[in-house]
């Protein structure tokens, strides 16, 4: 079965930085685009970033605006793993992340790693 487990979330000061892992069973992990959601307090989950390999356009990222140029999403095919290096953090970064797989018309999410952005 599918199954998705975030790790590395924890409390960052303004400014610091943060790697979120999934990792990720289940299904042949290098053929699926992967995404990396949050949801803060009081609001609705919303897409931070995701990877996609299209013909030859070989992992393709997206990214929400509010994180453009602070945030990297990568993938390690042979570890299985969807990486969310995260630089610059803001308060307003502060939410619980999750990541996400479409897989055979079915989306799949992992348990969420919360971020905390505090000083």
């Known amino acids: 079965q599918v199954q998705l487990v975030e790790s590395g979330g924890g409390l960052v000061q303004p400014g610091g930085s943060l790697r979120l892992s999934c990792a990720a069973s289940?299904?042949?992990?290098?053929?699926?685009?992967m995404n990396w959601y949050r949801q803060a307090p009081g609001k609705e989950r919303e897409l931070v970033a995701f990877?996609?390999?299209?013909?030859?356009?070989?992992?393709?990222?997206h990214y929400a605006d509010s994180v453009k140029g602070r945030f990297t999403i990568s993938r390690d095919n042979a570890k299985n793993t969807l990486y969310l290096q995260m630089n610059n953090l803001k308060p307003e970064d502060t939410a619980v992340y999750y990541c996400?797989?479409?897989?055979?018309?079915?989306?799949?999410w992992g348990q969420g790693t919360q971020v905390t952005v505090s000083s």
């Open positions: 990877i996609f390999t299209l013909g030859i356009l070989v992992n393709n990222t």
């Open positions: 996400k797989v479409r897989y055979n018309s079915k989306d799949y």
């Open positions: 289940g299904f042949t992990f290098s053929s699926y685009p």
